[in-house]
């Protein structure tokens, strides 16, 4: 059945950032006074699961750390802000080939989607980093962790643009980086292609 939306799902399905992510929490947790520090081997364990903030609540439960939400909330915060300001300085590059699928998607009339349960600061850097060459105003619809209950492997953010778009499942095809945002995608009923980054590919 032909295609008519293409979407991309996490931010790393369009750009290599996990690990300016996963130095920014190293950074954060250490001004917070914490002693956890997040290896290339490690940080891919972490992305098993899905959501910063559920990995600092489930490995302050593991440690005994008793981290409250606010804490927990704060550390979030300051790693998305030491992420955002390096993925914007460092002039982070598309990954291979998703300008040239995404403008052959347009040529050819299909919607574009990106379909994040990232926070807004997140969308905002990357997009405004990749303006010149992938710009916002080429996407039909953007998503974010803001707009959405649940956050992957849920299927709702898949869910919430197909409505936006009017758009059945079977008319689009996903494009994701990890197990479980595949899993999002394919819950939700979406042909899906998993191209996993350098710290997902051992998933």
């Known amino acids: 059945m032909p295609k008519t939306a293409l979407l991309f799902g996490s931010i790393g399905a369009i750009a290599e950032t996990s690990d300016i992510q996963?130095?920014?929490?190293?950074?954060?947790?250490?001004?917070?006074?914490?002693?956890?520090?997040?290896?290339?081997?490690?940080?891919?364990?972490?992305?098993?699961?899905?959501?910063?903030?559920?990995?600092?609540a489930t490995l302050s439960a593991a440690t005994g750390a008793g981290l409250t939400q606010v804490q927990i909330d704060a550390i979030h915060a300051r790693k998305t802000e030491l992420a955002c300001a390096e993925i914007v300085a460092s002039g982070v590059r598309p990954r291979p080939g998703v300008v040239e699928l995404a403008q052959q998607a347009k040529k050819r009339g299909l919607k574009l989607g990106f379909v994040t349960t990232t926070y807004a600061p997140n969308i905002d850097a990357i997009l405004a980093t990749l303006d010149v060459t992938l710009p916002r105003s080429a996407f039909d619809y953007v998503g974010g962790r803001e707009a959405v209950a649940a956050g992957k492997p849920a299927p709702e953010a898949y869910l919430t643009a197909l409505t936006t778009l009017g758009i059945a499942a079977s008319k689009a095809l996903a494009i994701e980086d990890t197990a479980l945002s595949v899993m999002s995608a394919k819950r939700a009923g979406i042909t899906t292609v998993a191209t996993p980054g350098a710290i997902t590919h051992g998933q």
Not at 26 to 43: I, P, Q, S
Request: aromatic share 12%; charged share 30%.
């Open 22 to 56: 996963r130095r920014a929490y190293n950074t954060a947790m250490h001004e917070a006074g914490l002693g956890w520090v997040w290896d290339r081997d490690v940080y891919a364990e972490l992305l098993e699961q899905s959501g910063g903030k559920d990995r600092l």
